[in-house]
């Protein structure tokens, strides 16, 4: 079996390569052996949150979103038969990559795929819908007519995040890096009710965000990662980690109304206490989104099924269109990962 790892060189880079004759993890009675027919490929290999739940291997996984048709079921499998076609997601501590020929699981982390709904649609969309549905319903716990800031809308993660937003009956306010990120995300059909164009020579976030909601703020904020540094010095080096725009963290604090919710992807946020103070006057609150959770707790399996289903069924309607490049073949996932060009969609392996 043909299987994508990335091997930690002795200088702690990253070297993605593809490995001939892979063993297949020992099958239990709840597994489920998976013939891949499309695996998302992640943005980022999270080396440091690999370390952080005892993966501190030289060679680890490559590949977590996948859909498929099922070869093999363990004993006590019910959820699904040989020959139905799944879609789920490879767990943080699996050994096993999801951008192979071969993939083992276990049944709480799939669910059946629709028929209507592609291999490629239904490997793009999970991850994506599964952390846009965690930030905006169960930490944001957003409600119709209320206003919703989403950062870099017009990536594939931001895209999904507008979409149930909107669904759901929010006002959706979100940035863009220049004006093509603008014509495509006014483009989006429902689109978001302001689209702020950041950087240089753009409007200002705070000025835009105050006058959109009466100068109140806004009652929910989904970033995808904050700056924390003032000197031009440190925000060049910030910008070398990611080219994605991110705004200040005192930016994101003057936007959020009272009684807001701030929801983050920055794992190291440091609030200083003015900063605590301001959330506190506000009566707002902060919450990290760490998407992985829901497959390194096994208590929450129930819930995390139901995200699974229920994303796969906005797929199916339309309701959620994932936004996805030209498919690539497994012999091309290392040249892809070893660019460093940004899409607008997600990159995805089809077999």
């Given amino acids: 079996m043909r299987s994508v790892y990335a091997v930690i060189d002795e200088d702690g880079a990253l070297k993605y390569q593809i490995e001939e004759n892979v063993d297949l993890p020992p099958m239990t009675e709840h597994s489920v052996m998976i013939q891949v027919r499309a695996c998302a490929l992640s943005p980022y290999?999270?080396?440091?949150?690999?370390?952080?739940?005892?993966?501190?291997?030289?060679?680890?996984?490559v590949g977590r979103e996948v859909a498929g048709i099922v070869t093999q079921v363990g004993s006590a499998v019910t959820s699904c038969k040989?020959?139905?076609?799944i879609v789920g997601v490879v767990p943080l501590d699996a050994p096993c990559s999801g951008c192979a020929d071969i993939c083992v699981l276990e049944e709480h982390n799939i669910v059946l795929k629709p028929e209507k709904v592609s291999f490629t649609e239904a490997a793009c969309a999970v991850s994506d819908g599964v952390k846009a549905y965690t930030a905006l319903h169960y930490l944001a716990r957003i409600c119709a007519g209320e206003i919703v800031l989403i950062i870099n809308g017009a990536d594939a993660t931001g895209t999904v995040m507008i979409q149930l937003a909107l669904h759901w009956g929010a006002k959706v306010l979100t940035t863009a890096s220049n004006e093509e990120e603008r014509t495509y995300l006014e483009g989006l059909r429902p689109s978001p009710s302001k689209v702020i164009v950041v950087g240089e020579k753009a409007s200002s976030l705070v000025k835009s965000c105050l006058e959109e909601t009466g100068g109140l703020g806004v009652d929910y904020i989904i970033d995808n990662g904050v700056s924390q540094f003032e000197s031009e010095e440190d925000q060049i080096l910030a910008l070398a980690v990611t080219s994605q725009y991110q705004p200040h963290?005192?930016?994101?604090?003057?936007?959020?109304?009272?009684?807001?919710?701030?929801?983050?992807?920055?794992?190291?946020?440091?609030?200083?206490?003015?900063?605590s103070s301001l959330l506190y006057l506000k009566g707002a609150s902060l919450s990290f989104l760490f998407t992985d959770v829901w497959t390194l707790a096994s208590s929450q399996q129930g819930r995390f099924l139901h995200i699974l289903k229920d994303v796969m069924e906005k797929v199916a309607n339309k309701t959620v269109r994932p936004c996805f490049e030209q498919p690539l073949s497994l012999e091309n996932v290392p040249e892809a990962y070893r660019q460093t060009t940004v899409h607008r969609g997600r990159n995805v392996m089809q077999i």
Avoid at 259 to 273: F, K
């Fill in 82 to 85: 040989e020959g139905d076609e």
């Fill in 45 to 61: 290999v999270h080396t440091q949150i690999l370390q952080d739940v005892g993966l501190s291997h030289s060679r680890l996984p």
């Fill in 249 to 275: 963290k005192h930016e994101l604090l003057s936007c959020l109304g009272m009684g807001g919710r701030w929801v983050t992807c920055q794992p190291d946020l440091q609030l200083d206490p003015p900063d």
